[in-house]
Structure formats: structure tokens, C-alpha cells
DNA sequence: TTGAAAGCGCTAACAC
DNA sequence: GTGTTAGCGCTTTCAA
């Protein structure tokens, strides 16, 4: 059972390669007797398209590729990439499109990766879920006119497209809520400086606490990785400040967090409340269930998918930026139930 | 700055196509004047070879997909995929290939996706991590002679390649350890009874205790999801029954089970000992450092690949079969180290 | 509406 | 070692 060719199925229904072509791609175009003649072939030999070919004559590939540049572990120590990633798989399947991951481990894995997710032909555009505030890919998709959307703000604005949460109110949102329920010693375990999400999150922090006009104890500052273990660690150097309550920049840190507490002898939100950022499912499930600023994750996803497939049906394409918001998501760790 | 071919490298090099060719694809036969010469221009230019075109003529893609069906929210309700899905991909950058990722959260999308990923030219070969007994994908896969490594043992072993460990053992390592340490009413939290994993997790259990001459109580063995709120789920089930010890088939569920443990009031491992499977990151960090079998997620992904590739470059191919070992890894849930 | 024919950009025999 | 020449299987003008 060898492999068929267009060629062959119009042989077979007694019309022209054209012919099977559109009734593959625009059927409408096509008179319903032949039509019906070539697509009863098609079912009855169960052809399918050789897609390089298609990507080639057609210059379109219906493939997007996503690249989560990370040096680190935190691709996956952080489920936040999980619900992302399916977010956007979704998005793809919706509209038919398919998805190339390009993932690296280490630094020297990316020039080789960036080699193939950069070629050209097979991929029509490029999500990106980088989140360090100087990028090194910017200035090559630029160069080589590759379409892209960033999911969180890259560094340069004016030329690239993203979808993005404002990160700086939701974290506002958080602290002010704390501040609120009267918490004296408000720390918190900040991203990664090096990092757009990271910076704006703790941007979020500074601002409630002067909006109230509270002083910054740089001590009660610690910086996570968003990691589970970089939110212990942080939260093990926190409890000699004594905080009451803490804004941990994700949920995941978070958990770390709530740990490293317990492991103290503490308990949360008696001795220490705990506020996180993300809203994973896990947060509404653990132990308490953690207050936290609720971000459209997964929506994100879609939405980085769906901006991208419109630039590629509408070139040219001025940059698009979405910013969505958050939402305060009240549960226990807070304390706001029990006090 | 339009795209450039091979055709305009060449003759800017004063060469012909073929010798292009041949110093992207194997320079050794080429001489070093004139590799040079072309490797000069595809510096000057930044040249990247159209990979469709390239596909097309050479009938390899360079490109796997993977498959992760699964219908429920459990593609990333278990950290487990993520880990394999890391250790997939990063065998495929050690050799160059790409990946790509279909993953479906519905029984509708499925469909679709299955038309993508079976479609031909586009992909070199199959990744599949189905574990359900009945799998819709195998004659399809051998009807359109496609290639394909299944991640656990698929429903036809005769026809289909896979990677696997060792589950019955595995699960047994984990019951004895229990009956060594001398508790009496032990439980299981299993997986889905219509996977193998599911299965062979659950005959392992059933193993142990037979061996050592003990009835099998019904009323002490649930079935969950792999996840954590179906461990959540059947721990809270199985306290009435008042075990003094489980086996949970995945660490994600033993997490679940240890919070209803928790929520009753009772302590791990004090009043009821857990152990999981997996091994996950989480399961050392987590409170109390968890009990579990080892399993090689990551190898084992990056060896579906490997093996994937083998056969991509050695046909005919019969089936292969790799089955990894577990191992016992002891930490504080299961009371070893208290009792 | 349909068909003929010209590519899409590359690889791979084959000849030199 | 290098160039010539056919394709790979499809889409897409352009005529009919």
C-alpha cells in the first residue's frame, strides 16, 4: 500500500491534479458532480496531502512553533508553563494549526535550537515565552521577518507583539488586600530582576506600600525564581524579619513558602499569611487553599495563538499588545476568613 | 531583504546548486577551496535552506511529533508529562530533530488532531504516550505505515515499539516494603483500571500480598485518576476503611491522599504510611518527603526518542521493547525511618 | 468550472 | 570533486 499522490487520485476520478486540489482546499469552487466523484476516491483510498509539498507550493505551513527559552529547571518547576502550553495547544487545534516545541535546557542547547525553530518553511510563526528583559532572539526574528507574539512584555515594545497581564496591579492588588486586613510586616519573595514579570510584580508591591505611605524595609525583600524551592529558600531567609504576612510573586513559590513555614513550627495564616500570584489549579486544592491574584493563563495561551494566526492573514502587521487583567481570588492563607 | 535560495548562494559563489547542497549537507566531500568559498556567502547572507523544500526532495523532515491523548484534564494535572515531555525534547535537540506536540482535551478534538499528526511528509515518525488498553491509533498506524514509539506498553505488543519500566515490580518493591515494616491493613489508591499502567500497578499490589499469604480486601483498594484530586478523592474513601498504609499508583496521587489524611486529622506516617510512585521532583521537596518508587521519566523519554530514530535510519524494523527497572527510594512517609 | 503548465527550493542520481 | 538534470507532490496562475 504504497503511498498516493494527487496526481494518482485524479487519475482515478477521471479529472485534473486542479481539480482534486480545490476540492481539497476550496471545495465551494468546484461542481458538486465532481466534487462528490473526487471526494469518493479520496474516502474510498484514504489520501492525505504530503504536507511539505503543500508548505512548499503554498508558502504556508499551518504550523506555529512555541520557544520557552530557560536556563534553568523552572520550565517545568513551575506548572504555570504546563497550563500554558495547554492553552495554547488548544488554540491550535481549534484552528488547525500545528505545534513545533522548542524547549532548552541549557544555554548551549539554544544557538542549535534556535538554529532550527529560526529556519525557514516550516513554521509560519513563532510564540515566544521569554521573559528576560534583554532578549537575543528579538533581533534576529526581526532580521529574518519571522512573525512573532510574546507572551509577557518584551524588552522592546515598539516592534514586537504580545499578550501580557498587568502584573503591576494585580500585585498591587495583593498587597493592598493584605494591607487592608492590618498586617504590620508585609514581605514578599519577588521573580527574578532580570525578568519583566519579575520586576513588575515587585513594582506592585512598592507601590501599595507607599500608596499607604509605608516605608520599603529592604530586608523583607527576598528574590525567588518563581520556583518551588527558590520560594523556600526565600521564605527559610525570611522568617528571621519576623514578617506577618508575605506576597509570594507566584504560587508556586508560594507552596515553598508555606513549607518552609510549617517546617518552622508556624502556621499559616495564623503566623503568617500568604498571599500568591497565578491562580493554578492547585491553589484552590492545597493546604490552606491560597489566596492569590488570578491571571488568565491559559486564555493567554489562546490568545498569543489566535493574535499570531491574524498577522499571518493580514500582513502587514503593526505590533498588537493585549494586557489583561487579574483578579484577587480570596481563599484562607490570607487570614481574611478568620480574622 | 528577501529571502534567499540555494540557487542565488550558488551562483553568488560561483558554483553550482549541488555543491550548495553538498556543503550544507555533508561538506567533507567537498573541497576545502571551494566549502569555503560557499561558506563564506551563507555567512555574509545568513542563508537558511527551506526546510519544506528540503523535506519535500529528501523525504525527512528531521521533525517527530508526540502524542499525549488524553481526555481528561490530566495531561498536566500530573507533573509526570511534563517531565517526560522535557526528557522528549531534549533527546530531540541533542540530535537535531524538532518536536512536535499534540495533545488533545477533548474526545472531539480528537479527530482533527489525529488527521494532523497521521498526515504524511510532515513528520518522520510518532512519539505516542496513550495508555489506555484499547487504543484507536495503532491500526491506523500500521495502515498508513507510519513509525511510531509508544510510551508504556501499548495494547498490541507484536506489532508496536515501546518504552516501559517495570510496573508490576515496581509496585510490588513498594507493597513488600510496606509488609516488611510489618502494617496490616494496607490500601491502594490505583490508577484507571483501563490503562496498563493502571493495571500493572494494581497486579503488583495484588502480588506482594499474595506472597506473603494475605487475602486481598476489596473494600482497601480505589481506583483514581493519576491525579491529585482523584487521590484526594479515594483517600477520603478509603479512611472509613481505616488502613494503616498505601500504596498510591503515582506520587501525584499519594500528594492528594496525604492532604485528606491531613484534613481527618491524622498524621503521615504515624497514623497511616504512604507511599507513592514516580518519583517526581516534588515528591523529596513535599512534607513529609515522600516514599516512592523511582521510575526513569526523563530516560525513558529521551529513549523513545533514540529509539524512534534508530529505527528512522535502520528499515526494516522489527518492534522493539525496552523495559527499564524501578527502584525503591526510601524517605519519611512511609515511617522506615521513625518506626 | 476545469485543465495545462509553471513553479515552490531543495536533494540525489548520474555524468563528467 | 563538481555540475547537470530530474524530480519530490503540491498550489496557482492563466487559458479555455
Chains 1, 2 share one sequence.
Not at 57 to 62: F, G, I, K, V
Not at 69 to 87: C, K, N, R, W
Not at 91 to 103: E, I, M, S, V, Y
Not at 155 to 173: C, E
Amino acid at each position: 500500500m504504497k503511498k498516493l499522490t494527487l496526481e494518482e487520485v485524479a487519475k482515478l476520478a477521471g479529472v485534473s491534479r486542479a481539480t482534486v486540489s480545490r476540492v481539497i482546499n476550496n471545495p465551494a469552487s468546484v461542481s458538486p458532480d465532481f466534487r462528490s466523484r473526487v471526494q469518493k476516491v479520496i474516502d474510498e483510498t484514504g489520501y492525505r496531502p504530503n504536507l511539505a509539498a503543500r508548505t512548499l507550493a503554498s508558502r504556508r505551513s499551518q504550523t506555529i512553533g512555541l520557544i520557552i527559552p530557560s536556563v534553568t529547571q523552572s520550565v517545568f518547576g513551575d506548572p504555570y508553563f504546563a497550563v500554558l502550553i495547554e492553552g495554547i495547544s488548544r488554540a491550535c487545534n481549534l484552528h488547525d494549526f500545528t505545534l513545533a516545541l522548542f524547549l532548552f535546557h541549557s544555554e548551549d542547547e539554544s544557538h542549535r535550537v534556535y538554529e532550527r525553530a529560526l529556519s525557514t518553511g516550516l513554521l509560519d510563526g513563532l510564540i515566544v515565552a521569554a521573559d528576560k528583559i534583554i532578549d537575543p532572539l528579538i533581533p534576529q526574528l526581526i532580521a529574518r521577518q519571522i512573525l512573532a507574539v510574546y507572551v509577557g512584555r518584551p524588552p522592546d515594545v515598539s516592534q514586537t507583539s504580545y499578550v501580557d497581564v498587568d502584573n503591576i496591579s494585580g500585585s498591587f492588588l495583593a498587597v493592598s488586600h493584605l494591607l487592608r486586613l492590618g498586617y504590620q510586616r508585609i514581605a514578599t519573595i519577588s521573580g527574578p530582576q532580570d525578568s519583566a514579570v519579575g520586576i513588575d510584580r515587585r513594582a506592585g508591591y512598592v507601590k501599595a506600600l507607599k500608596q499607604r505611605g509605608r516605608e520599603i524595609d529592604e530586608s523583607l525583600v527576598v528574590e525567588g525564581d518563581f520556583c518551588r524551592d527558590g520560594g523556600y529558600t526565600a521564605m527559610r531567609q525570611l522568617l528571621s524579619q519576623e514578617p506577618d504576612a508575605v506576597f509570594a510573586a507566584s504560587d508556586t513559590m508560594a507552596f515553598g513558602a508555606i513549607q518552609a513555614i510549617r517546617e518552622a513550627g508556624l502556621k499559616v495564616p495564623d503566623d503568617i499569611a500568604i498571599v500568591g500570584f497565578d491562580d493554578l489549579p492547585l491553589a484552590a486544592q492545597c493546604d490552606p487553599p491560597l489566596t492569590t491574584i488570578r491571571q488568565p493563563v491559559r486564555r493567554n495561551g489562546m490568545l498569543a495563538v489566535e493574535t499570531l494566526i491574524e498577522m499571518l492573514e493580514t500582513a502587514p502587521h503593526p505590533p498588537r499588545h493585549i494586557v489583561l487583567p487579574t483578579e484577587l481570588i480570596i481563599r484562607s492563607s490570607c487570614g481574611a476568613l478568620t480574622r
